[in-house]
């Protein structure tokens, strides 16, 4: 396992032209898929706070239909190697999965420079928190919410919807005492399963506990967040067997997963690709719809 595992860490070690490769990618998906006119954005509501730090996001809220119930909540959880990134980067994605129905939140976190791991993880529990404590202002069902990543963000939200009740990976970025447990999750190239390299990408220490603390396949239980996979089986950065080894340990402890190829050669970020962002919100929305609702 471990030939295979090492060869995450090119995931953070984004050259300048990767990252400008994907910059570009999220441009044209922002462009060819913009936020749809009926899609209304509260920006820079702040979330969680350390100190004087302030982290914030951006709410995006479906079109009005009439009375209607209260819609569920999706995390959306940007990608970057743990190093890049900002909130707006993963923006297209909330704009879509508003028009499909969802109250969904783009967040920012602290990359690595600014904090070691699990960091990361505290501010993505803590937007978990923040959605749920604030249900009846956006309209949210606070019973239902779910989250989606894509690279370094898949392995934030994978965590997320395994380690419910790990209190070292809870933080304290505010709203105290509210669940920052999830219901459903969509990880697109998912870091999965950690080993000692990733661990020093993450700013960890590279001992026994750092990698299997940081992992998400290490807390799979049955009671797990219901789980998507998207992955390119070619994925040129980060392994396909990384989510076949997550889907194993899924379906080892009676997890509800779901692991799909996608059709993407020699690609990693397809979800930042406007040939296969229209089939990624398709299959997130419908996963979505199934496990939180709404159900038309």
């Not at 471990?2 to 400008?20: D, E, H, K, M, N």
């Not at 940007?78 to 297209?92: A, L, M, Q, S």
Request: proline residues 5%.
């Amino acid at each position: 396992m471990t030939r295979w595992l090492g060869a995450v860490i090119l995931l953070s070690c984004v050259t300048s032209s990767s990252v400008v490769a994907q910059r570009t990618d999220a441009e044209s998906a922002r462009r060819d898929f913009p936020v749809p006119a009926d899609v209304m954005v509260v920006r820079d509501v702040v979330y969680a706070e350390y100190g004087a730090r302030q982290l914030k996001l951006d709410v995006y809220l479906p079109p009005r239909r009439g009375r209607r119930p209260a819609a569920p909540g999706v995390l959306v959880v940007r990608g970057g190697g743990w190093r890049t990134g900002d909130k707006e980067f993963f923006g297209f994605i909330a704009g879509q999965l508003a028009k499909e129905g969802f109250v969904a939140a783009s967040i920012e976190y602290r990359t690595v420079q600014e904090a070691k791991f699990p960091a990361a993880e505290h501010d993505v529990k803590a937007a978990v928190r923040w959605m749920r404590s604030h249900a009846n202002t956006y309209g949210v069902d606070a019973k239902a919410i779910g989250a989606i990543g894509g690279s370094a963000g898949a392995h934030l939200v994978a965590l997320l919807g395994t380690s419910n009740g790990v209190k070292e990976l809870e933080g304290d970025g505010g709203n105290a005492g509210v669940s920052s447990q999830v219901q459903a999750v969509v990880a697109m190239a998912c870091v999965c399963v950690i080993d000692a390299q990733t661990a020093r990408a993450l700013g960890s220490d590279a001992n026994a506990h750092a990698i299997e603390s940081a992992s998400p396949g290490t807390y799979v239980s049955r009671g797990s967040a219901p789980l998507l996979l998207l992955h390119s089986p070619t994925d040129p950065l980060v392994p396909f067997e990384l989510s076949v080894e997550m889907e194993a340990r899924y379906r080892r402890a009676g997890a509800h997963v779901t692991l799909t190829k996608v059709d993407a050669p020699n690609t990693h970020g397809f979800w930042l690709q406007t040939p296969y962002f229209p089939d990624t919100i398709k299959r997130s929305s419908d996963f979505f719809r199934s496990h939180l609702g709404p159900k038309s």
